[in-house]
């Protein structure tokens, strides 16, 4: 008894409960159903209120438009009045010659002119142009056969002033206009001028052809229609008057329906989702209000839930621990697993047992990615490791640790006449061509190979040393393996004295700069200077850099080398200018290493304001490499913004991307020496070197082609626009002392640079 009174008990309850809610959603759906009434129609009257407005916006530039496409040519017809009363008060009479000339140059350079006419006594005497026109020729307005003309031309020699005569049909077909202007010889009615428009390309230049899309247009000039319906001038929503000296001309305009629908249909669109959007709120409120009695019975769920989760986010943990170690292309274990394997089996070994790695670099795999592409590559790829793993022991391993880059390792080697045999089957098995789905395909690889531990105790030295026998092997003629050796790095010794050298160079000061002029193509003036560091070795005297530039790379000594550099172009500058020599443009290479160190910029403004300089004065020249890195676009924005110069060194020897170039915030390009030395010689350099020239003027930058040395290759890049030339044609790198005679006489405006070095006057 009490279970069944307890349950009517929550029944009614229960019952009560949902009166009370469906309640309160009808009181919410009321309150929310009427600003969704309130917010639509005030958004339709605005988006109406916005089309009207926009409307009668455009009718009001059109009316201008014709306004002034008309007053313009009106105006221009002034012209010729005026030109007929100059006529007549120096000769009396009008020259027919001189007015064909006059008439021409106004009637040629404006469209919607048909012809330029005068009558004498109202009687045609002159028009122009004569072609088409000789009909009239002769005639007389004031008994002309139209009444029309008549009254045109009585009124207009009565009030003096220009008369509209129109919209007629022209006798040469079309609609125009007639503008008549009375001319007087001392005080005395002498004639007309006339000038007959055509109204189609004036009305095309007032904008009154179809290009309001969305808006309906009408004109009508003195009652005729020109555009448009009649019915647009019963009630027009919006109408203007056309300003003109003569006649009544009005523009309606209006929404065409298609507009009107279309806005209506998306306020139909617009009403239609807020009121699903009432409907789901009430949807969830609905839900949320029913969910507490499943609120239990879902954390259970869920717990449940959240366990299935966790047990399946550890076995794809599993997973990605396997996937972490096999390339994704080729199924082969990667890089991390070469690296983990070499270095355990190295630790692992106590005994001293023969371990061989071999390094595969595949021969021209670039070039067959970039004409089949890299759909055809992953194909590839996947191909050479099934071959290469059908040869495989168990005591041999594939890995696959770059693009075009595998490793072997293989152990519990016998001899090395073994790893040589083995070497060979690799070699063998790219004699056959590889089927790439419809294309066969064939491909090489060289081989290095490196032995341990005779060729290298630990990871790192085995890898470096298997590279560069594999480099030897592409040396070589590719498509072979080579060993090892001593012979292959024989300069140990020698880089790590000039590595010592450099430093004792840097204490004592014994770096200097050469500097190369750049000259104007065209011209032949003095552009600028390139700054070129010098070593002077006290034993082995001057030292190019390319002896010991690479080696300061590795060392990190190329950080203070170039800051000095900086420092010995920003002296020389200076010293120049308090000579009373002109400020000149000097570029300095920057290296990879200076240009990533984090306040790179901060230090050169500090170099050059400390010799008080322009930043304008230098130009940093780096190279594509650089400049393509995406973190480096900000560096280069803010050293462009602090004034000074960039230009792109060796432009076109690396892989430029033209997306990046149109980006980058640089003034100047350096076409590479190798380019230059093909022209005359290999038509695809100099078809590349003018294609350079042509993106570049497209781009607004100036390019700069070096190693210059014959008179072809200037011609050759003036003929393409070049717009500077650095080179032996003109000038080899100079000390500062000899360069400062070229500044000298290149401060004489009229002596240019002649090929050889020479100077001539203009």
């Not at 009154?208 to 000039?221: I, Q, S, W």
């Not at 983990?340 to 067959?368: H, N, P, V």
């Not at 690479?550 to 950080?559: F, R, V």
Request: net charge neutral.
């Amino acid at each position: 008894m009490r279970r069944a009174t307890r349950r009517r008990l929550l029944a009614v309850h229960s019952s009560s409960a949902s009166i009370g809610l469906w309640i309160l959603l009808a009181v919410l759906a009321l309150i929310l159903g009427s600003l969704i009434v309130l917010f639509n129609n005030a958004y339709k009257q605005r988006v109406f209120k916005e089309i009207y407005s926009d409307t009668a916006y455009g009718l009001n530039a059109r009316a201008s438009a014709l306004s002034s496409a008309i007053g313009v040519r009106l105006n221009l017809a002034k012209g010729i009045r005026a030109f007929v009363s100059e006529e007549l008060e120096h000769s009396e009479t009008v020259s027919p010659s001189r007015f064909e000339s006059f008439a021409s140059s106004y009637a040629n350079g404006t469209p919607g002119i048909r012809n330029v006419s005068v009558y004498p006594n109202g009687i045609a005497e002159m028009v122009y142009p004569t072609r088409g026109n000789q009909a009239l020729l002769g005639v007389d307005l004031f008994h002309h056969r139209d009444p029309a003309v008549r009254e045109n031309a009585e009124r207009t020699r009565l009030t003096g002033e220009m008369t509209l005569l129109g919209p007629i049909e022209l006798a040469q077909g079309g609609v125009g206009i007639l503008s008549r202007q009375s001319v007087y010889s001392d005080g005395r009615f002498w004639g007309f001028v006339s000038v007959v428009l055509d109204l189609p390309p004036i009305l095309e230049e007032a904008g009154l052809y179809n290009e309001n899309k969305g808006t309906e247009l009408a004109v009508r000039a003195n009652g005729r229609m020109l555009i448009g319906r009649p019915e647009s001038f019963v009630d027009p929503k919006h109408y203007e008057t056309v300003d003109l000296p003569d006649g009544d001309w009005e523009i309606a305009a209006a929404p065409t329906a298609s507009r009107l629908d279309s806005v209506a249909s998306k306020l139909r669109v617009t009403q239609a989702i807020c009121w699903a959007g009432l409907l789901l709120i009430l949807l969830f409120l609905y839900s949320q209000f029913t969910q507490k009695s499943k609120l239990r019975h879902l954390v259970a769920e869920r717990t449940r839930g959240l366990e299935d989760a966790n047990r399946q986010l550890e076995a794809t943990y599993r997973e990605l621990a396997v996937t972490a170690y096999r390339d994704a292309v080729t199924g082969l274990r990667n890089r991390a697993s070469f690296n983990e394997t070499l270095g355990s089996w190295i630790e692992g070994d106590s005994s001293g047992d023969r371990m061989a790695l071999l390094y595969l670099d595949l021969d021209q795999f670039k070039m067959i990615n970039d004409t089949l592409g890299h759909a055809y590559g992953d194909i590839l790829l996947k191909e050479i490791g099934g071959r290469i793993g059908g040869i495989l022991t168990e005591e041999q391993t594939l890995f696959r640790i770059g693009g075009d880059e595998l490793t072997i390792l293989a152990r519990n080697l016998g001899s090395i006449d073994q790893v040589r045999e083995f070497a060979r089957r690799l070699c063998e098995l790219f004699r056959e061509p590889y089927c790439l789905r419809d294309t066969e395909c064939f491909i090489t690889a060289s081989i290095g190979i490196a032995l341990y531990p005779d060729h290298g105790k630990d990871s790192s030295t085995l890898v470096r040393n298997a590279d560069l026998a594999m480099y030897r092997a592409k040396e070589e003629g590719k498509n072979q393996y080579r060993f090892y050796d001593m012979t292959l790095n024989p300069n140990a010794k020698e880089s790590m004295e000039i590595a010592s050298s450099l430093r004792r160079a840097l204490e004592k000061d014994e770096f200097l700069v050469y500097y190369q002029p750049q000259v104007e193509a065209r011209s032949g003036k003095l552009t600028g200077l390139e700054a070129l560091i010098r070593w002077r070795h006290p034993a082995k005297g001057l030292v190019p850099p390319n002896a010991f530039i690479p080696i300061a790379e590795e060392t990190g000594l190329i950080l203070p080398i170039s800051e000095r550099v900086l420092q010995l172009v920003c002296a020389q500058s200076k010293a120049w200018q308090q000579a009373g020599l002109p400020p000149i443009r000097i570029a300095v290479n920057l290296s990879a290493r200076q240009f990533a160190q984090k306040d790179f910029a901060a230090r050169i403004c500090e170099i050059v304001e400390g010799y008080g300089l322009n930043p304008s004065c230098l130009e940093l020249e780096i190279t594509e490499n650089m400049a393509m890195k995406d973190e480096m676009q900000t560096v280069l924005q803010e050293i462009r913004d602090k004034g000074f110069l960039l230009s792109i060194d060796d432009f076109g020897m690396q892989y430029s991307s033209l997306n990046y170039l149109k980006k980058l915030p640089v003034h100047k390009i350096k076409i590479d020496r190798s380019f230059i030395g093909g022209i005359s010689r290999d038509r695809k350099d100099e078809a590349i070197i003018a294609a350079m020239l042509n993106i570049a003027d497209r781009l607004g930058l100036t390019v700069i082609a070096e190693g210059v040395e014959t008179r072809e290759q200037l011609e050759f890049l003036r003929a393409n626009n070049c717009h500077a030339i650095q080179g032996y044609i003109f000038c080899k790198p100079q000390p500062p002392e000899e360069i400062q005679e070229w500044l000298r006489r290149s401060n004489i405006e009229s002596n240019v640079i002649e090929p050889g070095g020479g100077w001539r006057a203009e």
